[in-house]
T-cell receptor, first 112, second 114 residues
Framework: GENVEQHPSTLSVQEGDSAVIKCTYS??????FPWYKQELGKGPQLIID?????GEKKDQRIAVTLNKTAKHFSLHITETQPEDSAVYFC???????????FGKGTSLLVTP | EPEVTQTPSHQVTQMGQEVILRCVPI?????FYWYRQILGQKVEFLVS????????KSEIFDDQFSVERPDGSNFTLKIRSTKLEDSAMYFC????????????FGQGTRLTVV
């Protein structure tokens, strides 16, 4: 079936450093790529998304890049803070519909 | 800020019993979803619902699962005869009309089958 691969599975950075999480997808029909942050015991919360007609999008300390040719997209968090510690999931739309296929998640730890 | 609400937050049930998980999507949203997350694993799509019918479903969503929108506000997931492997967090999500709009997730229901 169609797959979303996410790396790394765990990431530890020092406060103030940048964090980068990478995803690849296999379904050429995917056209919407959200990133979700999940804190312990809570539901996923959207932090940023990108659509297939855009290569890059930025929102304060968070940016996402998309390479449709290579089927890669990445999340960049700059000036990380301890409260950024959480599990981050990338996702891509399944087929040409609106359901989401999630990556396996990256557990980000930001140490003071 | 509007949010998706789910009840109960935790449900414990005996194997073979039926459970109904409830969700109240955001009021002006038209697309509704159920996802599940087995402990420590990724979030998996189960089913999407639009215009009072299922629009997509995954291989996980077999005959023991069903969804319903019994009134104008609730969206339910029923598991007819629960199995141990159904133990997971179940998330409801909704989104408004329009292509590729944001899906808002609820806080989830933790289902434990014993």
């Amino acid at each position: 079936g169609e797959n979303v691969e996410q790396h790394p599975s765990t990431l530890s950075v020092q406060e103030g450093d940048s964090a980068v999480i990478k995803c690849t997808y296999s379904d050429s029909a995917s056209n919407y790529f959200p990133w979700y942050k999940q804190e312990l015991g809570k539901g996923p919360q959207l932090i940023i998304d990108i659509r297939s007609n855009v290569g890059e999008k930025k929102d304060q300390r968070i940016a996402v890049t998309l390479n449709k040719t290579a089927k890669h997209f990445s999340l960049h968090i700059t000036e990380t803070q301890p409260e950024d510690s959480a599990v981050y999931f990338c996702a891509a739309t399944l087929n040409s519909g609106y359901a989401l296929n999630f990556g396996k998640g990256t557990s980000l730890l930001v140490t003071p | 800020e509007p949010e998706v609400t789910q009840t109960p937050s935790h449900q414990v049930t005996q194997m073979g019993q039926e459970v109904i998980l409830r969700c109240v999507p955001i009021s002006n949203h038209l697309y509704f979803y159920w996802y599940r997350q087995i402990l420590g694993q990724k979030v998996e799509f189960l089913v999407s619902f639009y215009n009072n019918e299922i629009s997509e479903k995954s291989e996980i969503f077999d005959d023991q699962f069903s969804v319903e929108r019994p009134d104008g506000s609730n969206f339910t997931l029923k598991i007819r005869s629960t199995k141990l492997e159904d133990s997971a967090m179940y998330f409801c999500a909704s989104r408004r009309q329009g292509s590729n709009t944001e899906a808002f997730f609820g806080q989830g229901t933790r289902l434990t089958v014993v």
